[in-house]
């Protein structure tokens, strides 16, 4: 009888035994451990695995592979309810972890402590299950070593069992701190050893100013957070402007906002994406509005914000819409401009003003202003340029707008690069209109080289043109040639190529070319009035006042002059 009451007496002692090894601080932290489903574009299920909160607010750890793929992703706690991950705020595929962030249902959610120092080898370590029953069962073990990560951060290797279904659960401390994130176990002993990286280094885990870029993070579909400085941040955002699709970058600039109040930044670039779909529907303007007083009322620098107010209306002007929202007009942005101006007076803000004029044809006002910008630190082949057609465009003497274009090509990288050969091809016709054919024609040569020869017909046309007037026979009528070459069609290059011939001449052939010309077109007054010059030259007055005639009913606007001459 004794020796039946032995067993279950024994029994009891080591039940009681390990139920007195069992933490205190495991029933408590183990409600810390969810559950996590994933699901794919189509809105199918992914993965299920595991992960645990660090934070009260919803900041949570688990394995990159669960959300490899994931278009969205839902938490379930120890206790049933479902929360949503709302944004991706790192992950490192090598060591399989991920930090993100759960849109909490609570004002604050079950969190484990991470530990600040790794455990020794040799320390007892404790892997908590997700569960939704009471039992506060868990798997025990020991720290068998203790690899380092990263410089600062621990890969550890754990001798314990890991269980199915256990991976990415918290593996702890004795004081009830996380320390790593059980990982699946490979290798040839799955019994005794398992793994887990380093909670310190899952913590670690950020999005910087490059992450759009990165192949890990491109992997996963839910919304990606921002950098923690601001730096990083708004270059994050200015990036990111170009990549994503238009909702996903106003959720970012609304998150920007959110994480950074009182960066002026965020409301700007805002403004500006409300403005860029106030095309559609005027109400974005009154959003754009509204951001633009909120970064005038955060702003340390408020001549930034007045500069960005102008230029947007001076943009939106530019656009020519069809109907003007209340007082986004030119005038309204000079104001604002001259606003920024008056509290300091950076060159920038005075090249605006500059563009601003100019676009209102205050010619005066606008050369001016870029004659101050051309005497500052921001001067550049661009601003010389606007300095030139602003002073061409007000009547000026033409030599002094081609010495203006001249700084421009000073300041562009030597050799000129097909980048800054279009101002060779402007010095070219500022040349031209200033009587100096032979350096337009050096232009369109500077030009070509820059350009590595792949030009098109207009070119050649052009530089035809310059030719001719430099009196370089010869080149014009190669360069025509080149030009009907490239485009056969074109009764303009045709047309020219008569008068080259004409000038150096060449009658026969450029009759020839004209009744061509006829031929495909018998309304083009031109080539009446340029088949008439040509039997002029060889004494067929009679036959040459009748095509002047022809020209004239055709509403040729230079033949009167030669029917008075030649056609008493």
């Not at 790192?90 to 991470?114: C, H, Q, S």
């Amino acid at each position: 009888m004794k020796k039946i009451l032995i067993l279950p007496l024994l029994l009891f002692f080591l039940i009681q035994g390990s139920m007195a090894q069992t933490p205190k601080w495991v029933e408590k932290a183990k409600r810390a451990v969810f559950s996590v489903v994933t699901y794919d574009k189509n809105d199918k299920m992914l993965n299920t695995g595991n992960g645990f909160f660090v934070s009260e607010d919803g900041l949570a750890l688990s394995d990159y592979t669960l959300f490899k793929g994931a278009e969205r992703a839902v938490v379930i706690t120890s206790e049933g309810k479902q929360m949503p991950v709302s944004l991706i705020l790192g992950a490192n595929d090598m060591y399989d972890v991920i930090k993100f962030r759960v849109a909490i249902t609570e004002k604050k959610v079950p969190a484990l402590i991470v530990a600040k120092t790794a455990p020794a080898v040799g320390a007892d370590a404790w892997m908590l299950p997700y569960s939704t029953q009471k039992s506060i069962a868990c798997v025990t073990g020991k720290v068998k070593e203790v690899s380092k990560v990263a410089g600062e951060y621990h890969y550890y290797t754990l001798g314990m069992q890991m269980k199915d279904k256990m991976v990415s659960c918290p593996v702890m401390n004795a004081e009830g701190q996380v320390f790593g994130i059980a990982q699946k176990s490979s290798g040839i002993d799955t019994v005794t050893t398992c793994y887990a990286a380093g909670a310190a280094f899952a913590m670690a885990q950020k999005i910087s100013a490059l992450s759009l870029g990165d192949a890990a993070l491109k992997k996963i579909g839910i919304r990606k957070g921002l950098p923690e400085t601001e730096d990083q941040a708004l270059v994050y955002l200015f990036m990111a402007s170009s990549s994503l699709s238009g909702d996903d970058y106003e959720k970012l600039l609304d998150d920007f906002i959110r994480q950074f109040p009182a960066n002026a930044d965020g409301y700007l670039r805002r403004a500006n994406y409300y403005a860029a779909k106030g095309k559609d529907d005027q109400a974005w303007y009154d959003k754009a509005v509204a951001d633009f007083n909120q970064a005038l009322k955060v702003a340390q620098k408020k001549d930034d914000v007045y500069y960005n107010i102008g230029k947007l209306m001076y943009a939106y002007q530019l656009s020519k819409p069809e109907k003007t929202y209340k007082d986004w007009t030119y005038d309204t942005a000079l104001q604002n401009v001259r606003q920024a101006i008056a509290i300091d007076p950076l060159p920038i803000y005075i090249q605006m003003e500059g563009d601003i004029l100019f676009a209102q044809q205050d010619y005066a006002g606008a050369l001016a202003a870029y004659e101050k910008v051309n005497a500052s630190n921001i001067a550049s082949p661009a601003t010389f340029f606007s300095a030139a057609k602003t002073k061409e465009l007000a009547k000026g003497d033409p030599k002094e707008v081609v010495a203006l274009m001249d700084s421009c090509i000073a300041r562009c990288p030597q050799p000129i690069t097909a980048d800054f050969a279009p101002y060779l091809l402007e010095r070219a016709q500022m040349n031209m209109n200033a009587g100096q054919p032979r350096n337009a024609m050096l232009d369109y040569d500077a030009y070509h080289t820059a350009v590595k020869g792949e030009v098109n017909d207009v070119f050649y046309y052009y530089r035809e043109q310059a030719a001719l007037k430099a009196r370089q026979f010869q080149r014009a009528l190669d360069d025509i040639v080149k030009a009907i070459e490239m485009n056969p069609t074109d009764l303009t290059y045709q047309a020219e190529h008569a008068v080259v011939n004409l000038r150096v001449g060449r009658y026969e052939e450029a009759i020839q070319i004209l009744n061509n010309i006829l031929k495909a077109d018998p309304k083009y007054a031109e080539a009446y009035r340029l088949l008439g010059l040509c039997q002029i030259q060889l004494k067929k007055t009679d036959e040459a006042c009748g095509n002047f005639k022809k020209a004239k009913e055709l509403g040729d606007p230079n033949v009167d002059e030669l029917i008075t001459k030649y056609c008493k």
